[in-house]
Nanobody, 119 residues
Framework: QVQLVESGGGLAQAGGSLRLSCAAS????????VGWYRQAPGKQRELLAR???????SYAESVKGRFTISRDNAKNTVYLQMNSPKPEDTAVYYC?????????????WGQGTQVTVSS
């Protein structure tokens, strides 16, 4: 099993910056990729950025050029650097670990961290 703990959320000013952290523990060797998602009230959860165990990254168009996903393997932590946030970025942010147990895909989620961007 994998446990994920997000941190770093809070109140940010539009145009400022914020860094979210996702610390993983447990069977971290089974993690194939980690993604950052967000869910705003009344909206579906959406994938923002993803980083694979090989270091490949991908981004949603809505955050490309503003958000950066990175990782520190020594700390088993994945980060989401949020630059120039906008009020519409306000949401609960979750990290997700894609793991495989033999051939079965098993996802794990953190508890989420609230990000509120004021104008």
């Amino acid at each position: 099993q994998v446990q994920l703990v997000e941190s770093g959320g809070g109140l940010a000013q539009a145009g400022g910056s914020l860094r979210l952290s996702c610390a993983a523990s447990g069977s971290t060797f089974s993690i194939h990729a980690v993604g950052w998602y967000r869910q705003a009230p009344g909206k579906q959860r959406e994938l923002l950025a993803r980083i694979t165990s090989g270091g490949s990254t991908s981004y949603a168009e809505s955050v490309k050029g503003r958000f950066t996903i990175s990782r520190d393997n020594a700390k088993n932590t994945v980060y989401l650097q949020m630059n120039s946030p906008k009020p519409e970025d306000t949401a609960v942010y979750y990290c997700n670990a894609e793991t495989y147990y033999y051939n079965d895909y098993v996802p794990y989620w953190g508890q989420g961290t609230q990000v509120t961007v004021s104008s």
